[in-house]
């Protein structure tokens, strides 16, 4: 996070606050989320895309203090469950102000949305879009719709989190036909509105060109619904994904000149195929708040194996931070409550889990005398670590505690070992 410094005595501070403080009063593992930080990237994105709008995907981290956050900063916001929707509307997110995702939405889902007057849905899949037309007949209303588009772009990024070749779940296909189809067939219902499409291609992604290419060819199908149905679609949505730097290696690109490159495409498309500009939305998660938090874990143990290489376990793991094992994601470590004159040691940071892939930074240098009772921070955790976060080995979730001028408020506590039992019956 961006106000996070060395204090006097050696430890890291977060927005004026020791983090020690920190560990002593809301214990380890915590996410420690820099509210000012959050804020500057939402303000940043807003800037950067002065006539779209700004939807924070909430998949990277919702609770209702940061839908407030965004709220106030005048971003919209993107849910994709029904929970996401339930918390967001109990944080007094305006419905208008949000767009609803999902290639399974349940009817329920679809009757609370269509119910709170969620200000779009994006639907992806035929079905859906019967669900939803049969929906708006009972219920007298026309709900406003995106449709989402498989852009066939190959995002170089990790398969598992890229979404816009062809063989994967989400969206119509593009190639295939389906996009223009879904299109028109929502427009033949005249029970829903058809304000635009929509393409996400995939996540933490560092090469804009995927961006271009695909606001490149939802245009092109923008213009062939114009001139097969001369409608000329008002909106158009070119999703989220936008890289973070996780260690010193990652170099991407800013909120202003992905802005910059994707404006001359989207310009440059609609002159030359005639079509009035659309009203632009972006989806950035893992951008907004990605950054903004660190992970602050004890040491428990430190481990020498025959030589080979240092283990430093900390009290939290694959449960508060997946992205590791499944993604075999980097992240970077720094000794928090002291510096050291020590030699740098090549670590291990992993977590307390039964299980060997339970790694929180794969390499990282340490100082050689890193021991137990030692603070150490994972920066980088604030976008899919809590949000993804399990209680696998029983091990509770971390809290969440946001800092602002020399303030801590916890925003998400601790789970109790209460609330684990407490879904058990008998
Ligand atoms: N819009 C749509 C339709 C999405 O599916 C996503 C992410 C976003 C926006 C936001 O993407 P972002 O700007 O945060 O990259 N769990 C994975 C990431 C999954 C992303 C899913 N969709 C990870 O930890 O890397």
Redesign the pocket.
């Known amino acids: 996070p961006r106000n996070v410094a060395r204090g006097p005595a050696g430890a890291l501070t977060v927005a004026g606050l020791d983090v020690r403080d920190l560990a002593a009063e809301y214990g380890t593992p915590a996410y420690v989320l820099d509210e000012d930080d959050l804020r500057e990237r939402c303000r940043e994105f807003r800037a950067a895309f002065p006539d779209a709008d700004v939807y924070y ?1 909430g ?2 981290f919702l609770c209702r203090a940061v839908v407030r956050m965004i709220a106030e900063e005048g971003l919209f916001l ?1 849910v994709c469950t029904g929970g996401e929707l339930a918390t967001a509307l109990s944080a007094g997110m305006p419905p208008e102000r949000m767009g609803f ?1 999902g290639n399974n939405k349940s009817v329920a889902e679809l009757t609370r949305a269509v119910d709170a007057g969620v200000g779009r849905i994006i639907v992806d899949s035929f079905t859906e879009i019967d669900r939803l037309s049969e929906l708006a007949r009972e219920r007298g209303v026309r709900p406003k719709v995106l449709v989402r588009v498989t852009v066939g772009v190959e995002a170089h990024t990790h398969e598992f ?1 890229a ?1 816009a070749h062809e063989d994967q779940k989400f969206g119509f296909s593009l190639a295939g036909g389906a996009a223009a189809a879904a299109a028109f067939k929502i427009l033949d219902e005249d029970v829903l509105e058809l304000r635009g499409l929509h393409s ?1 291609i995939g ?2 992604i560092f090469d804009a060109s995927g961006f271009e290419v695909s606001a490149r060819r939802v245009l092109a199908l923008q213009s062939q619904i114009r001139d097969a149905r001369g409608v000329e679609l008002p909106e158009l949505d070119l ?4 890289g973070i730097a996780y260690t010193t290696q990652d170099d991407p690109a800013s909120p202003h000149e992905l802005a910059k490159r994707l404006r001359k495409i989207v310009d440059g498309e609609c002159a030359a195929e005639n079509l009035a500009v659309p009203h632009l939305s972006v ?5 907004i708040v990605g950054p903004a938090v660190f992970t602050l874990y004890g040491v428990g143990t430190v481990k020498d194996v025959d030589g080979l290489r240092t283990y430093v376990s900390v009290d939290g793991g694959m449960s508060d931070n997946i ?1 590791t094992a499944l ?1 075999d994601a980097s992240y970077s470590a720094t000794m928090a409550n002291r510096t050291s004159s020590a030699q740098p040691m090549l670590a291990r940071v992993v977590g307390k889990h039964c299980e060997s892939g339970d790694i929180v930074v794969k390499d990282e240098f340490l100082p050689a005398d890193v021991q137990p009772g030692d603070l150490v921070a994972v920066p980088g955790t604030g ?2 670590c809590r949000s ?1 976060a399990s209680n696998y080995n029983h091990v509770p979730r971390p809290p969440v505690v946001a800092v602002r001028d020399g303030r801590a408020r916890l925003i998400v506590r601790r789970e109790t070992e209460d609330d684990l039992l407490a879904l058990d019956v008998g």
């Open positions: 995907a998949k990277a993107d995702h989190i979404t996400h996540s933490q999703g989220g994904g936008f989806e950035p998660g893992r951008a992205r993604y976008a899919y993804m």
